[in-house]
């Protein structure tokens, strides 16, 4: 398994029994301390990639069955890239898992996102409040099999998530 953005670790409690190995791709250290304690309460083996998700993963062709993405998207400098990474990496009956948020599908809202998006990545860590998920998955040769669009608690330019699973087409 990969996890896209594994950061502090905050999913590793969450990998069922079937889950042995997880890839984990993150380009800060500070966060990968902070995962390595989580590793140590579950009985995953991970296997940190200090790097950013659109740099060649050390991985071999077709060899990843899942790949997890939670939140990680908005602030990947070329997402196209990274969807291309991962792309390569899974299987061909392989599933793509994302949580992301992105470009509402409310016209008011997508104002303000295009408004935010400037000042908002030098203070969230590059985040754009404004990139349509699907349309970036697809386009990186996805098909998405499963997806549901809402918005969490709070400001709506900050919280319209999409969530779904991908295959490769």
């Known amino acids: ?4 953005g594994i ?13 042995h ?11 990968q301390r902070m995962a390595s304690k989580r590793v140590s309460t579950t009985p995953l083996e991970v ?4 790097q950013s998700a659109e740099d060649p993963l050390p991985l071999g062709d077709a060899r990843i ?19 291309e990474q991962m792309r390569r990496v899974l299987k061909r009956d392989g599933r793509l898992i994302f949580i992301e948020h ?8 997508r104002i303000w996102q295009d408004r935010l998006t400037p000042m908002w ?3 969230g860590g590059g985040c754009h409040l404004n990139r349509k998920i699907d349309d970036l998955i697809q386009a990186a040769g ?5 997806q549901r669009n809402f918005y969490l608690p709070g400001p709506r330019p900050m919280t319209y998530t999409y969530q779904g699973m991908a295959s490769v087409v």
């Open 102 to 109: 992105g470009r509402s599908a409310d016209p008011g809202v």
């Open 1 to 4: 398994m990969l996890e896209i």
């Open 21 to 31: 190995h997880v890839y984990g791709v993150d380009p800060s250290v500070e966060l």
């Open 65 to 83: 069955d899942t790949i997890v993405m939670t939140w990680s998207l908005c602030s990947i400098p070329n997402p196209s890239a990274a969807l």
């Open 121 to 123: 990545k030098h203070i």
């Open 142 to 146: 996805f098909q998405i099999t499963d």
């Open 7 to 19: 950061g502090s670790g905050l999913n590793l409690p969450f990998y069922g029994s079937k889950v």
């Open 47 to 50: 296997t940190f990639l200090r």
